[in-house]
């Protein structure tokens, strides 16, 4: 029944994402003083996400760097630029919408590109070592990337971002993984399958909560949003773009650029907008919650054009 349970959530997600957030901003005044049970949230679901991974997962991959040197060179260089780029350009001196622009497209890949990854019959153990080493460095990489791209303008609270990203990445990703090696996978039928519902109705929670957080300011820019919608969709997009055309021209088999395309597209959304409105004003959550909005609907767009580009070739 779990797995059953399971199945219909991931096949739902990309229309109850959006559908929390709408719920959110309508309660707001009910639930918003829940949002201290956002980061508490995330690590099970970090936790829940991880039981699926072990540290030997790392050695195939790690005999072939280079797709994963690529990824994370698009992933936490050039799209951050980009995204700081794009966003001088389009909303010049407002710099709480730029460095929620720059936060979207800093954080690691999410874990639920893995999922994507399994659905294109992608290379898993690629994507579970970059997912991995995404969340064991991001406590040094998204604040010193904030830092360097925005942190002139606006003041972030590194250590408490760091502590933040340790005890909602790093240590459950820790726990997830030891379990796994330790039982030597039994974890994955007695656990994961369990908790994997409870995951996904957990991200749907902390979505609707961030919703009730930013709604003010959602309610306030009231049209000005679509724009910055179509910028952070157009942002998303090229992450997808730039990780295909990579893999392509490096004559990357078809498994590696299903798993380049997914983790170097996707973000851990959920964990950027526990950051945004943990360690920053409201305002830079809005980005993070809208890219939340479109995040599932563009992999299934990318996962229906890798399908037709690999049947015609």
Known sequence: MMFSINKFLEKTMAY???????????????IVDLAWLIPWIFA???????????FASFKDAVLHPLPIFVTFTILHIIMPLLSLGIGYLVFPGEMLTITGLVLAMSIPTGITSFVWVAVAKGNNVLALTIILLGALLSPVIVPLTLHLLVGETVEIDALGMMIGLLWTIVIPSIVGMILNQVTKGKVVDIL??????????????????????????????GFALVGLGIVVIIIAFLGYVLSFSAGRL?????????????????????????????????????????????Q??????????????????
Not at 20 to 30: A, C, H, K, P, T
Not at 44 to 54: D, H
Not at 262 to 279: C, D, E, K
Request: hydrophobic share 55%; aromatic share 12%.
């Open 192 to 221: 994961s399958a369990r908790l994997s519902p409870f995951s996904k109705v957990g991200m749907e929670i902390v979505v609707m909560l961030n919703g009730a957080v930013v709604a003010p300011f959602l309610l306030e820019r």
């Open 296 to 313: 599932q609907v563009l992999a299934s767009l990318f996962n229906s054009f890798i399908e037709s580009y690999y049947g015609k070739m």
């Open 16 to 30: 109850f994402i959006p559908v929390s957030v709408v719920i959110g901003v309508l309660v707001s005044d009910y």
């Open 250 to 294: 490096l004559k990357q088999e078809k498994e590696t650029v299903i798993a380049m395309v997914f983790t170097g597209g996707m973000r851990n959304i959920s964990a950027g907008v526990v950051l945004a409105t943990a360690y920053f004003p409201p305002a830079v959550a809005i980005p993070v919650v809208l890219g939340m909005l479109f």
């Open 44 to 54: 099970f679901m970090t936790f829940a996400g991880s039981l699926n991974s072990n």
